[in-house]
């Protein structure tokens, strides 16, 4: 008989397995967001470059869409699957307690501790199920700035309708912005993650089979 919870390593009276690290929805939503996520940021960057914020472009190499209108075509269109599927996370994450359990509480100073250690080489991943300071604090960032980017994004394609949401960012260029500087805080966060997830293959696998 096998008995297996998140928390707990399996009892097992035949082979010896390891417990499940990520259920099931954690990692589909997960690389359903990854694929949306890269879409969004690639479709993102021609928008900007019909009409840029700031004196420099995304080379059109490293875009989506063709052009204006295309891009906009990509963006409407993953934005659905990011919204839904993001929800799905977000909720589940909430009533399953895995936000209150894995993400909670964040402590100032294990973060410092933890970064620290992460820098001196000295941080251990030896337990995948536990999250360090440092992932603690980028994992809740990263779904914080996921929340903001869907709110300023809406303001920004719907300030007529929606004006008391756009009103609350400053107006639709200061929305436009909060959407732009959303992007670059979730592209540097996924730069250093995919990075962290190469240097420790045992977690990318956990991501991928759930042990
Ligand atoms: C509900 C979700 C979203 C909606 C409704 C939305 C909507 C929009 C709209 C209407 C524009 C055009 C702005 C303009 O005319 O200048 C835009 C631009 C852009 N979006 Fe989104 N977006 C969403 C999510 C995202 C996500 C998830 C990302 C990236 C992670 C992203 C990245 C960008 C970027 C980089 C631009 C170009 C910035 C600019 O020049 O204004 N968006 N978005
Ligand atoms: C190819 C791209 C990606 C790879 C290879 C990747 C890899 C991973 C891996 C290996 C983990 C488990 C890490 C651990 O044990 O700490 C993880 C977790 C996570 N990733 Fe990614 N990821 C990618 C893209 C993204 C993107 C685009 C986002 C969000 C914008 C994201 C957000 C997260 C979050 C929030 C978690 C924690 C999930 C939870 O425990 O509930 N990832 N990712």
Request: aromatic share 12%.
């Amino acid at each position: 008989m096998t008995v297996e919870t998140a928390d707990r390593a399996p009892v097992s009276d035949t082979a010896p397995e390891r417990a499940v690290i990520h259920p099931r929805w954690v990692r589909v939503t997960h690389w359903i967001n990854a694929i949306a996520v890269v879409v969004m940021i690639t479709s993102g960057w021609r928008i900007y470059n019909a009409a840029p914020l700031f004196p420099f472009v995304f080379p059109d190499s490293i875009t989506i869409g063709g052009w204006l209108a295309g891009a906009l075509d990509w963006h409407f269109a993953a934005m659905w699957v990011f919204v839904i599927n993001g929800l799905v996370y977000v909720v589940l994450g909430l009533v399953s307690g895995r936000f209150h359990h894995k993400l909670l509480p964040i402590r100032p100073g294990d973060v410092i501790a933890d970064a620290r250690a992460a820098l001196a080489g000295r941080l251990s991943h030896d337990d995948l199920s536990v999250y360090n300071a440092v992932q603690k604090l980028l994992y809740l960032g990263v779904i914080l700035a996921g929340v903001v980017i869907v709110l300023s994004g809406l303001a920004i394609w719907k300030p007529v309708q929606l004006q008391e949401l756009t009103a609350l960012f400053g107006g639709y260029e200061a929305a436009r912005y909060v959407h732009f500087f959303a992007m670059a805080a979730i592209a540097g966060f996924v730069v250093l993650h995919v990075v962290m997830a190469f240097l420790v293959p045992r977690s990318l696998r956990a991501m991928i089979t759930g042990r």
